[in-house]
């Protein structure tokens, strides 16, 4: 049985590319370029919003452009970022019930950490008790240095901790930790995408999940 499951944000606890793809498209409207649809967001997301932005913008726009972009996006999807997204089917239950068994459940995102903090408590309470956003002094991921801070802070050791998540990002991540890893297939990704970076798991939904972390 894992002790510490550190799972990723957007794609695994919450889906949130309603509000991503909303905000995105809000910029992009704004600055007079085309618009994509909701569907593509799913490959702009996962090294996140300054990489979603330059990956939404049309190819070849210079610095100052993202920089505007940026502006308007965060802007925006503070105001807006709780209009759609949702827990998984499932996920609540899944947190609770780790936590019954002694489970510590944490969240490690590429997501600015005001924005995951909040949009966390918010859909999750506090049965998510250590959390790690983009802007708290650690590389973005696939640099293993938030999950590494949460392992220690937890007090567990490697073998017992787990990372969850729905990229490539989160696999390599985990890998970059020296610690175990489950795709989570509901997300943003394709089975095939996820498998080609060898996870140790890789669970179709919570229930899966739960025999995996629990045994």
């Given at each position: 049985?894992?002790?510490?499951?550190?799972?990723?944000?957007?794609?695994?606890?919450?889906?949130?590319?309603?509000?991503?793809?909303?905000?995105?498209?809000?910029?992009?409207?704004?600055?007079?370029?085309?618009?994509?649809?909701?569907?593509?967001?799913?490959?702009?997301?996962?090294?996140?919003?300054?990489?979603?932005?330059?990956?939404?913008?049309?190819?070849?726009?210079?610095?100052?452009?993202?920089?505007?972009?940026?502006?308007?996006?965060?802007?925006?999807?503070?105001?807006?970022?709780?209009?759609h997204t949702k827990p998984y089917p499932g996920m609540p239950e899944l947190i609770r019930e780790l936590r019954a068994n002694g489970v510590i459940c944490g969240s490690n995102s590429n997501k600015a950490h005001e924005f995951s903090a909040e949009l966390i408590r918010q859909n999750y309470g506090d049965d998510i008790t250590e959390i790690i956003g983009f802007g708290?002094?650690?590389?973005?991921?696939?640099?293993?240095?938030?999950?590494?801070?949460?392992?220690?802070?937890?007090?567990?050791?490697?073998?017992?901790?787990?990372?969850?998540?729905?990229?490539?990002?989160?696999?390599?991540?985990?890998?970059?930790?020296?610690?175990?890893?489950?795709?989570?297939?509901?997300?943003?990704?394709?089975?095939?995408?996820?498998?080609?970076?060898?996870?140790?798991?890789?669970?179709?939904?919570?229930?899966?999940?739960?025999?995996?972390?629990?045994?």
């Open positions: 049985m894992y002790k510490l499951v550190i799972f990723d944000l957007d794609g695994t606890l919450l889906n949130t590319i309603g509000d991503l793809a909303a905000a995105g498209n809000h910029t992009l409207a704004q600055m007079g370029f085309a618009q994509h649809p909701e569907e593509q967001y799913k490959h702009f997301v996962g090294n996140g919003i300054p990489k979603l932005i330059e990956r939404m913008l049309p190819p070849g726009h210079d610095k100052s452009t993202e920089e505007r972009a940026y502006a308007i996006f965060t802007e925006y999807y503070a105001q807006h970022k709780s209009d708290t002094g650690f590389q973005p991921k696939p640099d293993p240095g938030a999950a590494l801070e949460l392992i220690r802070r937890t007090g567990v050791q490697p073998q017992q901790a787990l990372y969850v998540g729905d990229s490539d990002v989160d696999i390599m991540t985990g890998h970059n930790a020296g610690i175990d890893v489950c795709a989570a297939l509901w997300g943003f990704r394709s089975r095939e995408e996820l498998a080609a970076h060898n996870p140790t798991y890789m669970a179709e939904n919570p229930e899966q999940l739960k025999k995996i972390i629990l045994g």
